[in-house]
């Protein structure tokens, strides 16, 4: 079974950085230019802070190391994935 099969079935919390905020939403990047909006009236966030998103919703502020951390990790992840997706399309 591939590794994208097997992240497909599980919920997943991804960090973002906070670019603005309106309201009770906010524009966050989630790395290379993936932009989204959330909802953040869960978390006390300021813009530039790093937040966890699930669902659509903010629900942990991150210290910037960690957040950086688990995106590291996120981003080798999914490399490792394109290139066992890769593998099995060349068999």
């Known amino acids: 079974m591939l590794l994208i099969e097997k992240v497909k079935d599980m ?3 991804i960090p973002a950085r906070v670019l603005e905020k309106y309201g009770d ?4 990047d989630f790395g290379e ?3 989204r909006e959330v909802n ?3 978390v006390d966030v300021v813009v530039g802070e790093y937040v966890i ?3 659509g ?3 942990e502020v991150l210290d910037e190391s960690e957040a950086k951390e688990t995106l590291c990790l996120w ?3 999914l490399s490792r994935a ?3 997706e890769d593998s099995v399309m060349l068999k």
Do not use: P
Request: glycine share 4%; aromatic share 8%; hydrophobic share 50%.
């Open 53 to 55: 998103v699930h669902a």
């Open 33 to 35: 230019g993936t932009t």
């Open 25 to 28: 939403n906010a524009r966050v």
């Open 40 to 42: 953040i009236s869960l």
């Open 57 to 59: 919703f903010a629900i």
């Open 75 to 77: 981003n080798e992840l």
């Open 82 to 84: 394109d290139f066992e």
């Open 11 to 13: 919920c997943l919390a």
